[in-house]
């Protein structure tokens, strides 16, 4: 019997150069695009802050992971999910982030999380 | 339905956003690190408390950091209640 | 129920790599069948052959190796991460000119599509970090 196709979310979680798991995740979701997985993203908690425009990662001899996500070859661009707690929590809007991004308000996280098959928490 | 697996201390933000995420038809099992908030009286079990999932606690890992006198026997499980919940959620969210 | 286990905790520190092994074992004795672990990041260090333990702890390498040996679990370190991370097979060490493998017999170094590949036909991914 041929398996329904999984709905899989990467859930990005970290900073995005105080640990190596953030560049992992982002990896992650570049495969999952590079190998047409029905597969959404969501930056939660500090994870926001990999979507901060104006990055320049260069100076620490780090790739850009601003830079990589911005050119994530998005198709359906709703597939992008920012929690939206965080990102007031930081003082920041979606004006500052790289790509456009659909906001998640706390009371529609766990509806959400629960659409789908697999959760990748990075 | 949602398996949380907390594997965080209490003064976390994985802890915090845990709680915030988990809904009434969800588990949090807590293990590793994450054991201490069971800690009855703490701040983070009043916490717990207050979240709608319902709670269970890994043994070994209780039993590790010396809370197994400390704990109700009725939300211990081991790794085979562990398996056990992944089969009845079916999806299960890391929070470390 | 065919599970995949994802592994982002090495066997140094924490308790994920440690978990992670308990469970694979307890999914099996449930008749479970586990499809692939599939390590990435800190969790490529698992492989590491050249870790050594104390001999009054468990060696985290013998748990894992039982598993791929008694039960046939793939055990695949993510390429990138396991490379940052000195963890080489020999093709890797060869083409760096790094010295001998690194890499422990029983698992095979690979890309994100090993990972890819065997959620998409699971019931479950469980992911195991800290």
Known sequence: MQNPKRRQLVILRRSPYGSSLARAAVDLSLAMGAFEQDCDLLFLGDGVLQLLDGQSAEAIGSKNLGKMLASLPLYDIESVLVDAAALRSFGLTTADLVLQARLVEPAAMNTLLAGYDHLFSC | ?96 | MIYTLLVLSGPAGGHGARTAAGFASAALARGHQVNRVFFLDEGTTCGNASAVFPQDETDPLETWAKLAEEHGVELVLCISSALKRGVLDETEANRYEKGPATVHPTFVVSGLGQLIDATASADRLVTFGG
């Open chain 2, 1 to 96: 339905m949602i398996l949380h697996t907390l594997n965080a201390s209490p003064g976390s933000t994985a802890f915090r956003d845990c709680l915030a995420t988990a809904g009434a038809a969800d588990t949090i099992l807590l293990l590793g690190d994450g054991v201490y908030a069971a800690l009855p009286g703490s701040e983070a079990e009043q916490a717990l408390l207050a979240c709608p999932a319902r709670l269970r606690v890994l043994e070994i890992d209780a039993r590790a950091a010396g809370l197994l006198q400390r704990l109700a026997d009725s939300i211990l499980i081991d790794m085979d209640g562990f398996v056990a919940l992944s089969e009845t959620h079916p999806r299960q969210l890391a929070w470390y």
